[in-house]
C-alpha cells in the first residue's frame, strides 16, 4: 500500500503540491488529472526522488521513502515511465531490457563476466512478451516509434519488478487509435500483473473508461477523488477543469 | 553507432553460450595479435619499426583507456594525460630511488595511481560536461606545474634523468631491446584484453547507460557516481601503465608527458580513430604516430600539417576511420538481412 501523507514542495512562492494526502491500496488502478500546471508530474517527481519534498511522507508498506535518492525508491519498488520517452538510444531493445534487470540484481557493476548475464534472460524475455517487442528486440531503440519508445520505458519500469508503477502520461504524443491501444495494454499490465497503477492522462474519455478511481489535482492541491461518476457530478471538478460538456454527457 | 553492431553480433551466436564464445573469441584474437607482434623481430632487424611498435602500445594503451571514459561513459575528460605522466614518473621515481624490481615499481605505481584518480575522480566526476573536462584539465596543470617546480625530487623542467635502471627480472631483462619490445606488446595485448572485457561486461552496460541517459539509469537504481567513478580510476590505471611503458622505452619522464598537450594527443587519436569502436582508438595511434613521424621528415611545420588532417575528420567526416568502417558492416548486415 502506498500512502502519501501532507506532501508538500514550493517553488519559490508556488505551491506546486499543497499538502497532498492520498491512498493507494495494493493493485489498485488511479489516474491522476487535472489542468496544466496543476502539479500531476511534480506529484510524481516528489514520490520517486526526482525532487525532494519539503514536507510529508510517502509510505510504501510502512516505510517512509519521502526525499530519498531515485535508486533507493526504485529498489524499494516504486518504479517510473516519463511522459517524454526515457530510453538508452544506442541500445537495443533487448540489451536495454538484459541490462535494467542487472541493473535490479545488482550486477550491474561486475567487471569480470561478459554481459548479459544469464540469469538475467528470462526476466528481460517476460517482459519484452507483456510488451510485445519481441520481434523489436535488436533494434536500436533511437529507431524505434514513438509508440514503442513509449512502450519500451513502459518496460523498463516494468523489469524491475515493482510493487507501485507510476506512468506520466503513457498516452502522450499519440494519435487517436495508437493512444487506445496503449491504454487498452496498460489495463492489461495492470490485471495481469496484479501491481498498483497510477497513471496521468489528459484523454478525458479514456480516464472516464478505465480508470476505476480518479484523483484530480488543481494549483497542487487535490480537488477531488472518486469513481468516474462521482467526478463527473462533481460540481467543483466541472467547474474548475471539465467545463459544462462532460457535465452534460453525464447528466 | 556501435552497440548496434556490438548487440548485432553477439546475438547471432547461440542465445546461452553467446556471451562466453565472444569472450573466447576475444582471447583467440589476442593471441593471434601478440603472436605476430612478438615474431616481428625474427623477420626483421629494423630497429625503428620495433621503436614504433613500443610507442604505439605506450600510446595505445593511454588512448584506448581515454575512449573508456569518452566513447564508453561520454566523460570528456582534457587531463587524462595526467595519470599518463603520473605513471611515467611514480615509476622512473620509485627504480632510480628504491632500485626495487621492475614488477613491484609496476604494481606500486599502479597502486599509486589509483588513490590519486580516487581523490581526483570523487572531485570531477559530479560534475556536468563542459566543467568536468575543464576541471581534469585544471588537475591536470596542477601535476604538470607540481612537476616542474619540485625540482630537487623530479628533476623539474629537466625530468627524470641519468635512465632509469632496468634490472633483469625472472629472465626478461629490459634493457635488451627485443626484451622491452615484446614485454611492451605484452603489456598492450593484455592491456587491450582486460579493457575489451570491460567494456563488455554488465559494469560496461551500465556505462553505456550512463551516456545515453544518466537520470534514467538512476532510475532504474544505478549509483552512477558510483559507476563514474569506478570507470574514471579503472582508465587511469590504463593510461598510467601507457605511461610507464613510455618511461622504459625512453628511460627517464620528462614534464611533457604530464603536459596537457599529451591529453590533446590522446582526444586527436580518439577522433581520428572513432570512439564508437573499441579498436578504434588504436587504428587512431597508429595513423597518428604515422603521420607525426612521416610530416617531421618533410617539414618542420608539421603542427600545421596534423592540425588540417584533424580538422578534416573533425569537421569534414565527422567521425573517426574506424566509425565508417562499422557503419559499413552494418550497413552490408542490413541489406543481408533484408533479402
Known amino acids: 500500500m502506498l500512502e502519501i501523507r501532507n506532501l508538500a514542495k514550493s517553488f519559490g512562492g508556488v505551491k506546486a503540491t499543497n499538502d497532498v494526502s492520498l491512498d493507494f491500496p495494493d493493485g489498485s488502478l488511479t489516474a491522476v488529472i487535472g489542468p496544466n500546471g496543476a502539479g500531476k508530474s511534480t506529484f ?16 510504501l508498506d510502512g516505510v517512509d521513502l ?19 520517452a526515457s530510453i538508452f538510444k544506442s541500445l537495443t531493445v533487448q540489451e536495454t531490457m538484459l541490462a535494467a534487470v542487472s541493473a535490479d540484481q545488482r550486477t550491474s557493476a561486475v567487471l569480470h563476466k561478459r554481459f548479459p548475464l544469464p540469469e538475467t534472460r528470462d526476466r528481460a524475455e517476460h517482459v519484452m512478451e507483456l510488451l510485445g517487442l519481441v520481434s523489436k528486440r535488436h533494434r536500436t531503440a533511437a529507431t524505434l516509434s514513438h509508440g514503442d519508445q513509449k512502450l519500451l520505458d513502459i518496460a523498463l519500469a516494468l523489469v524491475l519488478e515493482p510493487k507501485v508503477l507510476l506512468l506520466d502520461e503513457p498516452t502522450a504524443g499519440m494519435g487517436p487509435e495508437e493512444r487506445w491501444r496503449m491504454i487498452d495494454k496498460v489495463r492489461e499490465l495492470w490485471e495481469s500483473q496484479k501491481i498498483t497503477v497510477v497513471f496521468i492522462e489528459h484523454d478525458m474519455d479514456i480516464v472516464f473508461k478505465i480508470a476505476p478511481k480518479i484523483v484530480v489535482l488543481c494549483y497542487g492541491r487535490i480537488l477531488a477523488t472518486g469513481t468516474p461518476d462521482e467526478i463527473r457530478n462533481n460540481s467543483a471538478v466541472v467547474d474548475a477543469y471539465l467545463g459544462t460538456e462532460h457535465a452534460g454527457a453525464a447528466a | 553507432m556501435t552497440e548496434l553492431e556490438a548487440g548485432r553480433a553477439q546475438t547471432l551466436v547461440p542465445q ?14 589476442a593471441l593471434i595479435a601478440f603472436a605476430v607482434l612478438a615474431s616481428l ?30 566513447g564508453y561513459t561520454g566523460l570528456t575528460s582534457f587531463g587524462h594525460g595526467m595519470f599518463f605522466g603520473l605513471g611515467a614518473y611514480s615509476f622512473g621515481l620509485i627504480m632510480q630511488k628504491l632500485g626495487v624490481p621492475i614488477p613491484i615499481a609496476f604494481v606500486a605505481t599502479l597502486a599509486i595511481t589509483a588513490i590519486v584518480a580516487a581523490i581526483i575522480g570523487a572531485i570531477c566526476v559530479r560534475l556536468k560536461e563542459i566543467y568536468f573536462a575543464f576541471v581534469t584539465l585544471a588537475f591536470q596543470m596542477l601535476i604538470h606545474s607540481t612537476i616542474l617546480s619540485w625540482a630537487s625530487f623530479t628533476g623539474g623542467d629537466q625530468g627524470l634523468r641519468g635512465g632509469i635502471p632496468r634490472p633483469a627480472f625472472l629472465g626478461i631483462n629490459l634493457a635488451n631491446h627485443v626484451h622491452l619490445y615484446i614485454a611492451s606488446c605484452a603489456l598492450l595485448i593484455l592491456g587491450l584484453l582486460a579493457m575489451r572485457q570491460i567494456a563488455q561486461s554488465p559494469f560496461g552496460y551500465t556505462l553505456r547507460m550512463i551516456r545515453d541517459n544518466a537520470a534514467r539509469a538512476s532510475f532504474l537504481g544505478i549509483d552512477v557516481w558510483r559507476a563514474k567513478l569506478t570507470v574514471f580510476v579503472l582508465a587511469a590505471l590504463f593510461a598510467a601503465m601507457g605511461g610507464m611503458v613510455m ?7 620528462y614534464p611533457e608527458f604530464a603536459y596537457w598537450t599529451i591529453s590533446g594527443e590522446a582526444i586527436f587519436i580518439n577522433m581520428l580513430g572513432g570512439v564508437s569502436t573499441f579498436l578504434g582508438p588504436m587504428v587512431g595511434t597508429v595513423l597518428l604516430l604515422l603521420l607525426n613521424d ?8 608539421h603542427g600545421i600539417v596534423l592540425g588540417v588532417v584533424i580538422l578534416f575528420f573533425a569537421l569534414g567526416l565527422r567521425k573517426g576511420l574506424l566509425d565508417f568502417v562499422a557503419e559499413w558492416y552494418a550497413h552490408r548486415r542490413e541489406t543481408g538481412e533484408g533479402r
Open chain 2, 294 to 301: 612521416t610530416v617531421t621528415r618533410f617539414t618542420e611545420y
Open chain 1, 66 to 84: 519521502a526525499g530519498r535518492s531515485p535508486p533507493e525508491i526504485v529498489r524499494h519498488g516504486i518504479g517510473r515511465a516519463f511522459q517524454v
Open chain 2, 16 to 29: 546461452r553460450g553467446g556471451a562466453a564464445l565472444q569472450r573466447y573469441r576475444d582471447v583467440l584474437i
Open chain 2, 41 to 70: 623481430p625474427l623477420f626483421t632487424g629494423s630497429k625503428a619499426l620495433l621503436d614504433f611498435v613500443i610507442r604505439c602500445s605506450a600510446y595505445g594503451l593511454f588512448a584506448t583507456s581515454l575512449n573508456l571514459l569518452v
Open chain 1, 44 to 59: 510524481f517527481n516528489l514520490i520517486t526522488g526526482a525532487l525532494r519534498p519539503d514536507s510529508g511522507k510517502v509510505l
Open chain 2, 247 to 253: 618511461a622504459l622505452f625512453v628511460s627517464g619522464a
